[in-house]
């Protein structure tokens, strides 16, 4: 499978880990592996000014580096959304690129999901959840799984194999 993996976090820190032991299990069991840092990115919110359904046939009138995602939402068989939680949900670089996808109208190729949470303490999960799972049933993507890390369980061999696990299981 093609596999994209959207990063929310601008540091290269426990998202980042999660998202290295993804690629490395995944490539184990011979899919290709693209990660996108998001959070690092410039991308705005959705203007909701319908220029993509009507005369840009598709294309967002922003120009921004949402347009260094769209060939992964294509193109991708599975999609991971991994992000630390800020206040409850994932990280407004995330959120906004997930929004962006509206100009493809029901979005994505992909038949496959995974979300990939960090945070520092338990039980911050179930906005973000929540919202995946309700995305993934509008969008007819089956939502494969969620791994969630806190605290110091964040970057612990026990956490990245369980991932790596995961990923190699696909
Ligand atoms: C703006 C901001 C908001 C945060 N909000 C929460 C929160 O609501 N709950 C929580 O447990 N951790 C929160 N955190 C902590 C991060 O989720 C946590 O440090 C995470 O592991 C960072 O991941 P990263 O190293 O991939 O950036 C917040 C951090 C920041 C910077």
């Known amino acids: ?3 994209a993996v959207f990063n929310g976090s601008a540091r290269k820190e426990n998202t980042y880990a999660m998202t290295e032991a993804f690629r490395e299990g995944a490539e184990a069991s011979g899919h290709e592996v693209e990660i996108y840092q998001v959070g690092q990115m410039k991308i705005n919110g959705c203007l909701g000014c319908e220029y993509c359904h009507t005369k840009g046939e598709g294309s967002c009138v922003q120009k ?3 347009e260094k995602l769209l060939p992964a939402y294509k193109e991708a068989d599975m999609v991971i959304f991994a992000s630390p939680i800020y206040y ?6 995330m959120e906004a690129a997930i929004q962006r996808v509206y100009c493809l109208g029901k979005p994505l190729k992909a ?3 995974a979300l990939l949470l960090s945070s520092a303490s338990d039980g911050v999960y ?3 959840i929540a919202q ?3 995305y993934m049933g509008y969008a007819g993507i089956e939502a ?3 791994i969630t890390a806190h605290g110091d369980e964040n970057r612990s061999e026990a956490k990245l194999n369980e991932v790596k696990d995961f990923a190699k299981s696909l």
């Open 1 to 3: 499978m093609k596999i």
């Open 64 to 66: 921004d580096d949402f």
């Open 88 to 93: 409850f949900s994932m990280t407004a670089q």
């Open 111 to 113: 038949k496959k999901a």
């Open 126 to 128: 179930e906005g973000a």
């Open 132 to 134: 995946f799972k309700a």
């Open 144 to 146: 494969s799984g969620v």
